[in-house]
């Protein structure tokens, strides 16, 4: 078992944990496809409930997993998280041999704000920012092959969780300009990656508009994406089952469950 930290330089506060099986002789393993898990916590923490457990999922289904605590508050402006989530992925593929990854399927999955996280990697890719972060890399090496969103923060518009974009932002006041740059319903375009999308039609945090905004802005792109919405539920289910609910009967929702098997299931096929 690989089990290693590293930090993202130049950002010594963000992290990236590796968690992959070892490809010793006897396992004789084929490269595994990579999932990077960005937790939510609206741009002001990574929370746990969406970190480990749901790495845990995908190593057992036999993804190469790492979870990415990307910086928070005064942390999250001028892009860094975006270049966080970029470089976690260049660092995947960069060391796909050691942790024996199928570099062409490095997946990003992300709840709430870590949904805008996981999208940003697939729809801002290309920002000049990020462009000049990476230098002579290869254009596009780290973009994902697919984004896996759950309950994701989209639109900075009407149906925004304003909070997320106050603490991209770093003002209380942004200006609708200030907002359409993180707004990724208004960035996608054909070299936006494929996603999974899944919300709750009941969710009061992040309205369900959120999910249904980008949908129809991937299929205008003719960019592929299966979305599934579930009738209830409230905002932040994880996993929605006991193990990530603390001790709140709500967060438990056995009809939504079924998420985590869709996403891998579609993560499984997804062919380039």
């Known amino acids: 078992m690989i089990y290693e ?7 010594e506060e963000a992290t990236l944990t590796a968690l992959c099986i070892s490809n ?3 396992l004789k393993q ?4 990579a999932v ?3 937790p939510g916590g609206g741009y002001s923490k990574t929370s746990d409930r969406e ?3 749901v790495v845990a999922q995908f190593l057992a289904a036999g993804f190469a997993t790492f979870l990415l605590r990307y910086t928070c508050k005064e942390g999250a402006q001028n892009f860094a998280p975006l270049k966080q989530v970029a470089l976690a992925i260049k660092h995947v593929r960069d060391n796909a041999a050691r942790y024996n990854v199928d570099p062409d399927y490095v997946f990003t999955c992300g ?3 870590g949904g805008h996280v996981a999208a940003s990697a697939g729809i801002l890719w290309d920002r000049p920012e990020v462009r000049e972060l990476m230098g002579d890399t290869p254009d596009g090496y780290w973009r994902p092959t697919g984004m896996i969103l759950s309950y994701p923060v989209i639109t900075g518009g009407e149906k925004a969780h304003k909070g997320s974009f106050y603490n991209l932002i770093g003002t209380t006041e942004p200006t609708e300009a200030q907002l359409d740059v993180y707004s990724l319903e208004k960035h996608v375009k054909p070299t936006t990656p494929p996603a999974f999308l899944w919300h709750t039609s009941t969710d009061s945090s992040v309205p369900i508009y959120n999910s249904l905004y980008l949908a129809t802005a991937l299929a205008d792109a003719r960019v592929p994406f299966e979305l599934h919405v579930f009738p209830e539920g409230r905002h932040g289910l994880s996993l929605a089952n006991e193990q990530t609910a603390r001790t709140d009967p709500d967060l438990v929702v056995p009809h939504v469950q079924c998420w985590i098997d869709l996403a891998i299931r579609w993560a499984r ?4």
Do not use: G, M, N, Y
């Open 5 to 11: 930290t590293v930090r993202l330089t130049p950002f």
């Open 24 to 26: 010793t002789p006897d």
């Open 30 to 33: 084929t490269p595994r496809r």
């Open 36 to 38: 990077v898990v960005c």
């Open 51 to 53: 970190a480990e457990p």
């Open 111 to 113: 709840f709430s704000a």
């Open 269 to 272: 096929e997804l062919q380039i």
